[in-house]
């Protein structure tokens, strides 16, 4: 399970598969890579999803739009990985797969990466005047 | 039971195994404040533990496994074990849970998965700097971890002399004051810590850290 988006697993012609789509974007790998190849499968390999516009409409007609992207699911990414992503020129979502406590093993979920951090929560945590004072005038 | 001769053989693992216990042991996380020196605090708490005859496992992510073994068994030191795999349904890692008496997961501010690692928590520790000058950057790291976790048990640790006393009870303050928590106190050296741990007597979560096979 990835958040917002809509796993369907079809395959597209013989080299790719759409993964899923979500409201924007749709997300396809090349068959035969490992999760650490699909990046750059990605960006050497957009174009075949592209060109294969006609098909991709008539697998999921209620996801085709010209948009397209790429969507990866690991258990670890290198690190500054996600800094990475603003340099590609479409859509790239990174997932890190989980397992949450009182589920059988092989229930796997996916949470977004790097984590997101709510906006209000990211205001709650900031340092207020008298905490910087209490904590650095003594 | 089938039984192997040879010493520590397949059969004499089976035997233990058979005596291991099947209610997971309480985990504690020890939150890292400051320098990555912090981890020999974490040690000397898990070293202290030991001492006081408690099976402990400690977690960490940064664990270098040791060829085929996932757990490192130091002669006289602490069992130690890598923190990323919790989902991998490996048997070994199951084994020597079910053979701990607590696990301690050492962690640091910036690990991606702490908030779901915090969720299966008994008890958190916050590993401070015992430099006074560092309280402030420990104070923003320990807020932006507890701002959303305000029913998680917690405490804090700051190992060391005066200074370091003074530390802590800045931060018990602090921490009271400003996000209203109670935090408690686990002294400035690893043997009142590990004392003050073992008072707790925490129960036991209701599921496994690590989900074996056996």
């Not at chain 1, 670890?76 to 790239?92: T, W």
Request: proline letters at 8%; glycine letters at 10%.
């Amino acid at each position: 399970m990835i958040p917002e988006v809509e796993i369907i697993g079809k395959r597209l012609g013989s080299r790719g598969m759409v993964v899923g789509f979500d409201a924007d974007t749709v997300y396809a790998v090349r068959v035969g890579t490992t999760p650490s190849e699909v990046l750059l499968a990605g960006l050497h390999d957009l174009a075949w999803l592209r060109k294969e516009g006609s098909l991709l409409q008539a697998i999921i007609p209620q996801a085709a739009r010209p948009v397209s992207g790429v969507l990866i699911a690991a258990d670890l990414f290198p690190p500054d990985f996600a800094s990475l992503l603003p340099l590609f020129s479409f859509p790239c979502r990174l997932f890190r797969s989980i397992a949450l406590a009182g589920q059988p093993f092989p229930w796997l979920l996916f949470e977004p990466y790097p984590p997101q951090v709510a906006e209000e929560k990211a205001v709650l945590a900031e340092i207020t005047e008298a905490e910087e004072r209490f904590f650095s005038s003594w | 039971m089938p039984m192997s001769p040879e010493p520590g053989g397949k059969g004499l693992r089976e035997i233990a195994s058979y005596f291991l216990s099947m209610t997971p042991p309480p985990r504690i996380g020890l939150l890292m404040l400051g320098p990555n020196s912090l981890n020999q605090a974490g040690l000397a708490i898990a070293a202290s533990l030991g001492g006081a005859g408690k099976r402990v496992l400690l977690l960490r992510s940064d664990h270098q496994r040791d060829g085929a073994d996932l757990i490192a068994e130091p002669e006289g030191g602490v069992r130690q074990g890598p923190l990323a795999d919790w989902k991998t349904c490996n048997e070994q890692l199951g084994r020597a849970e079910r053979a701990s008496d607590l696990l301690l997961l050492l962690l640091h501010p910036e690990n991606p998965s702490l908030a779901r690692l915090l969720s299966v928590l008994n008890l958190l520790i916050l590993l401070l700097p015992a430099e006074s000058g560092e309280v402030l950057g420990a104070y923003r790291l320990a807020k932006r971890v507890l701002v959303g976790r305000r029913d998680l048990s917690c405490g804090v640790f700051a190992e060391g002399g005066s200074e370091a006393a003074a530390v802590l009870e800045r931060f018990l303050l602090g921490l009271r004051v400003f996000l209203g928590l109670r935090p408690l106190n686990f002294g400035t050296t690893p043997l009142t810590c590990a004392q003050e741990i073992i008072n707790l007597q925490l129960e036991s979560p209701a599921e496994p850290y690590f989900r074996g096979n056996s």
